[in-house]
C-alpha cells in the first residue's frame, strides 16, 4: 500500500471510490467534488498498484481546527488497517491542532472505529454538535 499526500487524482478514480462506498451524491456532480477536492487543506490517499483505494479529506485552518471531511475505503479493502492508517496520518501531522473534529452517521461499526482512533462521541461527552443541512 503507498500513501500520498495529494490532490490530485483524476475523476474517474474518484468516482469509482466513492460509488464503492454508496456515496452517489458526491458523484452526481464530479466538478464540485473536484474543486472540494482541491480546497481542502490536505488529502491523503491510499493506492494499491496506481489504483485508488482509499483516502482521507481534512478541511479547516490547520491551526485550531481540522474536520475530517471524508474517509473511504473500497469495500473489498475495509478491515485491513487502510482507514486507521490514514487517521493516524492525519492525527500526527496536525497533532498540534487543538479541535479535530468529524460528523459521521451513527452505526455500531463506525462509532467503534473512530472510538479505537481516540474520538469521543458529542452523546458522551461534555460537548454538544449542531448541525444544519442546506
Known amino acids: 500500500m503507498e500513501y500520498q499526500v495529494t490532490k490530485n487524482i483524476s475523476l474517474a478514480a474518484l468516482k469509482s471510490l466513492y460509488e464503492s462506498v454508496g456515496w452517489t451524491s458526491y458523484t452526481v456532480d464530479m466538478p464540485s467534488l473536484k474543486i472540494?477536492?482541491?480546497?481542502?487543506?490536505?488529502?491523503?490517499?491510499?493506492?494499491?498498484?496506481?489504483?485508488?483505494?482509499?483516502?482521507?479529506r481534512v478541511v479547516g485552518d490547520g491551526i485550531s481546527?481540522?474536520?475530517?471531511?471524508?474517509?473511504?475505503?473500497?469495500?473489498?479493502?475495509?478491515h485491513k488497517g487502510i482507514g486507521s492508517h490514514l487517521v493516524t496520518l492525519v492525527l500526527k501531522k496536525y497533532k498540534n491542532v487543538r479541535q479535530k473534529l468529524l460528523l459521521t452517521l451513527d452505526e455500531p461499526n463506525t462509532r467503534s472505529f473512530y472510538q479505537k482512533c481516540g474520538f469521543m462521541s458529542c452523546d458522551q461527552g461534555s460537548l454538544v454538535a449542531f448541525y444544519r443541512e442546506y
Open 36 to 56: 472540494a477536492l482541491e480546497n481542502s487543506l490536505d488529502v491523503i490517499a491510499a493506492f494499491d498498484n496506481q489504483q485508488l483505494v482509499g483516502l482521507i
Open 65 to 78: 481546527i481540522i474536520y475530517i471531511q471524508d474517509l473511504l475505503i473500497q469495500p473489498k479493502y475495509q
